[in-house]
């Protein structure tokens, strides 16, 4: 026997399966190259497939690899009408990347202040375009106004210190830093929500030389706006958090959804919609990584990372093949962990670099997708916001996105559990209106208007973990969001239910 030969059965055997005679006399014929791919797709089918699969004989084996040749048979046909064919299929998929900002690491202290400096000066243009900043001014010259003088100041917030029924927040701008206090219960009420670091502008009168009361603050935000629209009727499933690799991975779930996708599955109105979904967008923690918490490696059952992605990029072989997959890395992704991240590399995921259809994204990005500005990330800061903001919580990690939209920045506070690279330039200013945000991380599925901007907040499609579980954390699992372009309306489709 071969020692590939060997390895094969040993896998199969480790994974709980049985071989038929036929089935281990079929594998003798395989050719190296093709068996260990075999043996993956074929565990990865019996350990998704809905019935309980104990034996995998010569049936089961020409079964899986007969549905993944014709996966590859229908590639190029995704232009021109042809009656009968998903409408997905029938267009060419039209996305564009917004940030192309290259990254300009500044590895010295010296990083920090332009980090800053640049932070400061993208949301201040931000500021600076709305009708009501007409009276904005430095803070140098607030501080040469006379006393009872009225204006608006722009500032990063240095530190935030409540004292009985006062709040004082020390403001910075790129010359000069003034103390802002305030004591009417609705506007420290509205300032208890600002966040460290965060650039915003205060309506103010002038008390002492260095020292503004405050009358309102007010946040960079966005417009009320329509959302641009996709001419045609194409869809987005915003998923993130599959975990591909940990136990606790819901394989069968999660083939529910590959199921829908190809049309196999599904009420008849939810299989059309199923035919127009264009693009998968995954925001981050697309394979559970090894070693990210604590005892993390009993929870594994992929304990190698590249294996984690060979898997990740079999099972999304599996999607249609017209569609367009987006992929951004999370914190369980093997990319470096402070923002922004790149993509993931193909030193871990070879596979995926090598299919044409994934793109591979950093984590933040700024897309325009058939027309439609999407803004993606994924939303480690939420963490910080849920668990710091006064009313927040992680039942509704929808109200953290906005509240991080409202800041025009992913990740505000500098110095926590969330590390920001020192580069040149903030890459983590959401520069221009979104119509689509979505995050993922928390494991909670959420969604709400704003101002015309759909915020999603992605859940998971991995159980409870050890580590969630300490943290009293309740996962929602199984639902994929599915937004039209075109209408915007939005369809949280539940896998482990009816869909
Ligand atoms: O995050 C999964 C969930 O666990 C998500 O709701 C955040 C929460 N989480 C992760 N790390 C922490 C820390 N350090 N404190 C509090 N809560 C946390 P995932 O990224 O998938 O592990
Ligand atoms: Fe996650
Ligand atoms: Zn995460």
């Known amino acids: 026997m071969s020692v590939e030969l060997r390895e094969a059965l040993g896998k199969i055997i480790e994974s709980g399966y049985q071989l038929s005679a036929d089935a281990f006399d079929y594998l003798k014929t395989l050719d190296r190259d093709i068996l260990q791919d075999t043996v993956r797709r074929v565990l990865l089918f019996a350990n998704s497939s809905e019935k309980d699969v104990v034996i995998l004989d010569r049936i089961f084996f020409q079964k899986v690899i007969e549905r993944s040749r ?6 190029g046909f995704i232009t021109g009408k042809s009656l009968g064919r998903p409408l997905a299929s029938e267009y060419e998929g039209q996305i564009q990347v917004l940030n192309n900002q290259p990254p300009e690491p500044s590895g010295d202290l010296k990083g920090f202040i332009d980090y800053f400096r640049s932070r400061f000066k993208k949301i201040e243009g931000i500021f600076r375009k709305r009708i009501d900043m007409k009276d904005v001014v430095t803070i140098g010259i607030a501080q040469k106004m006379p006393l009872k003088s009225k204006m608006k100041v722009i500032g990063m917030v240095t530190t935030k210190r409540a004292s009985g029924p006062r709040l004082f927040i020390e403001l910075e701008d790129p010359e000069d830093s003034i103390t802002v206090m305030t004591s009417d219960s609705e506007t420290v009420r509205k300032g208890l929500t600002i966040l460290q670091d965060q650039v915003i502008c ?65 009420r008849p109105e939810s299989r059309k919609m199923a035919a127009r979904v264009k693009y998968v967008i995954i925001t981050g923690d697309l394979v559970d990584g090894i070693g990210v918490y604590p005892n993390h490696m009993d929870e594994l059952e992929i304990k190698d990372i590249r294996e984690q992605y060979e898997t990740a990029a079999l099972i999304l072989s599996e999607l249609p093949n017209y569609v367009e997959i987006i992929i951004i890395p999370g914190n369980h992704d093997p990319v470096r962990k402070s923002l922004p991240q790149p993509p993931i590399s193909k ?34 800061a939420l963490e910080e916001v849920l668990s710091r903001i006064p009313g927040m919580n ?73 580590f969630q579980k300490r943290v009293n954390l309740s996962p929602t699992i199984g639902i994929a969001p599915i937004v039209d372009l075109q209408t915007h309306n939005i369809a949280p489709l539940d896998f482990t239910k009816s869909y």
Not at 70 to 75: A, H, I, L, P, T
Not at 217 to 224: A, E, L, Y
């Open 70 to 75: 014709e996966k590859s048979k229908v590639k």
């Open 202 to 266: 205060v309506d103010a009168v002038k008390f002492k030389h260095d020292l503004l009361i405050a009358n309102d603050f007010i946040w960079p935000d966005i417009p009320s706006h329509s959302p641009r629209r996709s001419e045609i009727p194409m869809c987005v499933a915003f998923l993130a958090d599959l975990h591909i690799g940990s136990k606790l991975f819901q394989k069968k779930i999660f083939n529910r959804f590959i199921r829908w996708m190809n049309l196999e599955v599904g």
């Open 347 to 380: 030193q871990y995921a070879e596979r995926i670099h090598n299919d044409d259809r994934i793109h591979l994204l950093g984590n933040p990005s700024h897309l325009l997708i058939n027309g439609v500005e999407v803004y993606i990330s994924h939303g480690k």
């Open 394 to 466: 992680f039942h509704n990690p929808e109200v953290g996105i906005e509240l991080l939209l409202r800041c025009r920045h992913v990740a505000p506070t500098y110095g926590t559990s969330i590390p920001i690279a020192p580069e040149k330039v903030d890459r983590l200013v959401i520069e221009s209106t979104p119509d689509i945000i979505q995050m993922g991380h928390i494991h909670v599925y959420g969604y709400r208007r704003y101002k015309g901007t759909t915020i999603i907040a992605s859940g998971s499609w991995q159980e409870q973990t050890s």
